[in-house]
């Protein structure tokens, strides 16, 4: 892929990732001066996953994690400069990354196996119920890693 479909690629996902982050916002309440950020973060979260995906060939599950990460970090300097807890910004930034297409096809495979059981329907459930469950794990220790190394208040050992 060249540099310039890369870089439609990648302000593409972002500007679509921004509507369901400031979306979900909404629905958590998060106030309008704040919405920004949200899309903002959601944004940076889905744009940096995909571009991990495209130029480093990492796997979609560590990809999630390094983009969560960033943007719990990025969650906690903006709590910091507007005074507001970190989750105003990061719960509704990571809604983009949620693995729906994984769900979905577990799902439709769960359907289909009522019709009967082959190995290989069984297969298909397995790879995307783990992949589903990895991003989704991915998501939460993303958001809980950049809580616990700034608001740790005892030693590790």
């Known amino acids: ?13 972002m500007l679509f990732a921004s ?12 106030p309008r001066k704040y919405l ?6 959601g944004a940076l979260g889905h ?8 130029t480093s060939l990492m796997p979609i599950e560590w990809a999630t994690l390094a983009a969560s990460t960033t943007v719990g970090m ?4 903006w709590s910091k400069k507007f005074h507001v807890p970190p989750k105003t910004f ?4 990571m809604i983009p990354m949620v693995p729906g297409v994984y769900v979905f096809k577990a799902i439709i495979v ?16 397995i790879e995307n119920s783990i992949k589903a469950t990895s991003i989704i ?6 958001l809980a890693m950049p809580g616990l190394l700034f608001y740790r208040t005892r030693h590790i050992v």
Request: aromatic share 10%.
């Open 74 to 77: 990025v969650g906690i300097y």
């Open 1 to 13: 892929m060249d540099i310039i479909s890369t870089m439609t690629v990648l302000l593409n996902d």
């Open 19 to 30: 509507v369901p982050a400031v979306g979900f916002a909404m629905v958590f309440n998060v």
């Open 137 to 142: 794990a991915a998501l939460a220790i993303g």
């Open 90 to 93: 990061t719960v509704a930034a």
């Open 36 to 41: 920004l950020y949200c899309a903002l973060g």
């Open 47 to 54: 744009g940096l996953r995909t571009l991990l995906l495209l």
């Open 110 to 125: 769960i359907v289909e196996l009522n019709h009967g059981f082959t190995l290989e329907l069984w297969q298909i459930f």
